[in-house]
């Protein structure tokens, strides 16, 4: 084997194996732990705050009525989403897992827990919350209020609003009248 040709392949391989040595930092990096100490940052701290008004991929804007139950500090007066069989089907279901031991199955504030000797809260019925606007409920369930504490953690937006969808559903259940039956479904009404 000719010496020129040897020369540019041993180069190539030095190379090489300098290169595959040098990334041996990709194995060994230095990390921290969360709330851990460290000297990289002036302030010492290892975790960061984001840079103002971002947003993370895929979680609401920090106003949106739908994620707040509020437009412009104010609680919305009408759900935002529509209501259909399957939203309030959800808010039946997620009213009775997370609601209904207080609050009773029928919002009328005897569940279980008020049964039990717990202050019982107030009646869906009572007019100031037949008047309250839907934010309000949101609100409540959000953030808590008195002595029931806040479910954010637990109930998603969206089924929040399904809950309030429900809640609606029971205080109209107690005021509504024959005429609100459409004519068709009135028939099985008066059946025995």
């Known amino acids: 084997m000719k010496a020129g040709r040897f020369l540019p392949r041993a180069l190539a391989a ?27 940052f ?3 701290a290892s975790a960061r705050h984001p ?9 609401p804007a920090p106003n949106d009525p739908v994620a707040t139950g509020l437009k ?22 997620r009213f009775n897992i997370f609601c209904a031991a207080c609050h009773g199955e029928d919002g009328f504030g005897r569940g279980i827990v008020a049964l039990l ?6 009646s869906y019925q009572e007019p100031w919350l037949l008047k309250a606007p839907a934010g309000h409920f949101f609100t409540v369930i959000t953030h808590g209020i008195g002595r ?22 029971l205080q109209r259940s107690q005021h509504a009248t024959l005429g609100d039956v459409p004519p068709d479904q009135r028939q099985q009404l008066s059946a025995p």
């Open 42 to 44: 002036h302030d010492g």
């Open 148 to 169: 029931m504490y806040p479910l954010a953690d637990r109930i998603e937006p969206r089924d929040r609003w399904a809950i309030v969808a429900y809640v609606r559903a």
């Open 51 to 59: 840079p103002a008004h971002t947003v993370a991929r895929g979680e």
């Open 117 to 122: 000797g717990f202050p019982a809260p107030p």
């Open 14 to 40: 030095l190379l090489l194996a300098a290169g595959f040595a040098s990334c041996d930092n990709m194995k060994h990096q230095e990390t921290v732990r969360p709330f851990e100490a460290s000297a990289f």
């Open 72 to 93: 412009d500090g104010v609680p919305l007066a009408e759900i935002p989403l529509p209501l259909t069989h399957d939203f309030l089907k959800r808010g039946r279901e």
